[in-house]
């Protein structure tokens, strides 16, 4: 039996950051993971979907070259080259994981692992994918004996999430797939139907639109990106319908049928049917514990299935935590690395804790979507009296040179000290903006603070400094503006 001080189960980027941080604070360290190491996040969500959008994007500037006075002919995309692009980035970065596990002394483990008490694993083979007999193996359960017993002092959980699915009449046909399975089309559907409008669907629509997709989004809220403050979701409807995709809010998709394509009954304001050649489920996800012999552990779970923690990670089973998705905090790669630090140093005796109050998040459609903090609605839900402000990207000099003036950030603050509560950005690079708006909400700053704050020029970055001299009454560039 193999024996370590802790053992991680699950190698994305909560696992294996909290591996190499507790390898650092000097514990002899083990990882099981199924798959390439790097999670869902480096295989088969944020990484490769962005390189994908970025193909798009740039396919969708050299198409408006013209505009910039560069002449391009007979331009044209591959979509096997973009897939192709995608694979080699998506292997560079989990071969550098693999690398840093190795350069810490972290042993890992391939396979399944299956509790068998509080701090004992036995490792299984992984089957194969019911997705892709060459992809992620973390959906399959495992295909063999045990090849291998493990202990540890301590472990933390760390399997993620898997794609949820809807519990419709047709959810099971051929063509019907979740984000991961559309990593398996080898070619751009002529019509899709995407089944909801949050980040995930939001993104897929906005890559296969501007390959030239037919696209639908049918969402059940009554705006795209509904976690998302309110004028924001409403921008990005509007953007899309300028782009030709389809927006059904306030709708449900009640039944796939098999036809000479797939028919999509949709049930909303308007009832209708829609043919499409693929649709894609993209509604959420659900916890990853499928056989992972939870309760030999004693490990209890809530009514979602996610695994309850405290501040510091601690289960309910002493010597037990769990980090990531699994835990159902704040299904985002960024979130489960931090969770992996704090759980990491905790275990190694260090007084650490983790705090979901600041959590900046972004989705990469066109226009790009950020946002940290209180939406307008929770700000006021919450007993603030706020005033918001905002400042459009077409009113930047930067923005008008890059040629990308589509919209705009919103501030939410509090109207007796105007500390910053929230910040929402619609537009060129939001999420690299959007880390003005953490740190600002993190230090408790003003709008005064943010204005009297000298921004580069000229820059999109401006745009928080412009945004909080309309707050205050003082705009520069824009006409003065009524406060909220």
């Known amino acids: 039996m193999q024996e370590f001080d802790l053992l991680v189960i699950g190698g994305g980027p909560g696992g294996y950051v909290a591996a190499i941080r507790a390898a650092q604070r000097g514990l002899s360290v083990g990882l099981v993971e199924k798959e390439r190491p790097g999670g869902v996040c480096l295989n088969w969500g944020c990484i490769p979907t962005k390189a994908m959008l970025r193909s798009a994007e740039v396919f969708q500037t050299i198409s408006a070259a013209a505009d910039f006075g560069v002449y391009a002919d007979n331009v044209r995309y591959d979509f096997g080259t973009v897939r192709t692009r995608k694979d080699g980035i998506v292997k560079e970065l989990t071969d550098g994981v693999a690398g840093l596990l190795a350069a810490n002394g972290v042993t890992v483990i391939e396979g399944h692992a299956r509790f068998t008490g509080p701090t004992t694993v036995e490792v299984h083979e992984a089957g194969p994918s019911p997705i892709f007999p060459?992809?992620?193996?973390?959906?399959?359960?495992p295909s063999g004996a045990a090849t291998q017993q493990v202990s540890a002092r301590d472990i933390i959980v760390a399997t993620g999430s898997v794609p949820a699915r809807l519990p419709i009449p047709g959810g099971d046909l051929p063509g019907v797939i979740t984000s991961d399975g559309a990593f398996g089309l080898t070619e751009v559907p002529k019509r899709i139907v995407i089944i909801g409008g949050s980040a995930v669907g939001a993104e897929w629509a906005s890559l296969f639109a501007t390959f030239g997709s037919d696209v639908t989004v049918v969402e059940m809220q009554d705006r795209l990106v509904p976690l998302e403050d309110k004028d924001i979701g409403n921008a990005l409807g509007r953007s899309f319908g300028k782009r030709g995709i389809t927006v059904l809010t306030g709708s449900t998709v009640t039944a796939i049928a098999q036809t000479d394509a797939l028919r999509v009954s949709v049930d909303g304001p308007k009832a209708r049917e829609i043919d499409a050649d693929v649709v894609l489920v993209g509604v959420g996800r659900r916890p990853n514990t499928a056989d992972l012999g939870l309760d030999a552990a004693g490990i209890a779970t809530d009514a979602r299935g996610f695994i309850e923690v405290d501040e510091q990670l601690r289960t309910g089973v002493e010597h037990v935590y769990a980090i990531g998705d699994v835990t159902g905090k704040a299904l985002l790669a960024h979130v489960a690395s931090h969770q992996g630090l704090t759980a990491a140093d905790v275990i190694a005796g260090h007084d650490a804790r983790i705090d979901y109050t600041v959590i900046p998040a972004a989705t990469f459609t066109h226009p790009e979507i950020a946002s940290v903090g209180l939406t307008e609605a929770a700000a006021r839900a919450a007993g603030h009296e706020v005033i918001t402000t905002r400042f459009p990207f077409a009113a930047l000099g930067r923005a008008k040179t890059f040629g990308e003036t589509e919209g705009f950030m919103k501030i939410v603050a509090g109207q007796r000290h105007q500390e910053v509560l929230g910040v929402?950005?619609?537009?060129?690079?939001?999420?690299?903006?959007?880390?003005?708006?953490?740190?600002?909400?993190?230090?408790?700053?003003?709008?005064?603070?943010?204005?009297?704050?000298?921004?580069?020029?000229?820059?999109?970055?401006e745009i928080g400094m412009e945004t909080a001299l309309a707050g205050l009454g003082l705009p520069v560039h824009i006409a003065p503006r009524k406060k909220r």
Do not use: C, K, N, Q
């Open 134 to 141: 060459d992809g992620p193996r973390y959906a399959a359960a």
């Open 424 to 461: 929402h950005i619609i537009g060129p690079s939001a999420s690299d903006l959007i880390t003005e708006g953490a740190l600002a909400i993190s230090l408790e700053a003003t709008l005064d603070e943010l204005a009297d704050t000298i921004h580069a020029h000229p820059t999109l970055g």
